[in-house]
């Protein structure tokens, strides 16, 4: 099975901090996603990254940035949080080719 | 803009009933699909996919595709409670993109 593991499920932080959200995939997958999730808004691309050291800009990436230095890892930082950074965090990653794209359990962001 | 519609319900089946789950898509030159189901607090799980007209079925499930109607649909036939949770519709367009864009998601409840 497709194992994607967000590193904390829970995090608080405050508005100006730098916070860093790291994923790791376990199926040397080509492609990794990162999305927040609002109530009513649904799932929104940030980022996402098709190999190491390759990004692109999803639908909502200001405020944001990505560093894939490893095949397996992709993380997002948040340069200076905001309170409107408040949100389901979630990591994707896919092989390519079609497939589907699989998910990590989330980490769910409040900044104070 | 690429979108992707679905009936943001609630939607109320009886247990053993079948629940039907519609979602309809923009872009004409979409070429795969998917279904995401999202228990509350939880990250979404991939269901079923398809990329080829016609019924494809897994279980309890089938899902639905007519691209010359840009409509994919998921049956579950005897709905269970456990069933209940929201459903997304993900569809990826075409132009080899691994991108996907996502309905805002069905949310279904199964009654004992």
């Known amino acids: 099975d497709v194992k994607v593991t967000q590193s904390s499920r829970y995090l608080v932080k405050r508005t100006g901090e730098k916070v860093f959200l790291e994923c790791v995939q376990d199926?040397?997958?080509?492609?990794m996603f990162w999305y927040r999730q609002d109530p009513g808004l649904g799932l929104r691309l940030i980022y996402f990254?098709?190999?190491?050291?390759?990004?692109e800009k999803g639908d909502i990436p200001e405020g944001y940035s990505v560093s894939r230095e490893k095949k397996e890892r992709f993380s997002l930082i948040l340069e200076s949080a905001s309170t409107n950074q408040t949100s389901m965090y979630l990591c994707?990653?896919?092989?390519?080719?079609?497939?589907?794209?699989?998910f990590g359990d989330g980490t769910r962001l409040s900044i104070l | 803009q690429k979108e992707v519609e679905q009936n943001s319900g609630p939607l109320s089946v009886p247990e053993g009933a079948i629940a039907s789950l519609n979602c309809t898509y923009s872009?004409?030159?979409?070429?795969?699909f998917f279904w995401y189901r999202q228990y509350s607090g939880k990250s979404p799980e991939l269901i079923m996919f398809?990329?080829?007209?016609g019924d494809k079925e897994d279980g309890r499930f089938t899902a639905q595709l007519n691209k010359a109607s840009q409509y994919v649909s998921l049956l579950i036939r005897d709905s269970q409670p456990s069933d209940s949770a929201t459903y997304l519709c993900?569809?990826?367009?075409?132009?080899?993109?691994?991108?996907?864009?996502f309905g805002k998601g069905t949310k279904l409840t199964v009654n004992p």
């Open positions: 994707a990653s896919s092989p390519g080719g079609s497939q589907p794209q699989h």
């Open positions: 398809i990329y080829s007209n």
């Open positions: 993900a569809v990826r367009a075409q132009g080899g993109s691994e991108k996907l864009v």
């Open positions: 990254s098709y190999d190491v050291k390759m990004k």
């Open positions: 199926m040397d997958h080509e492609n």
């Open positions: 872009d004409r030159g979409s070429q795969s």
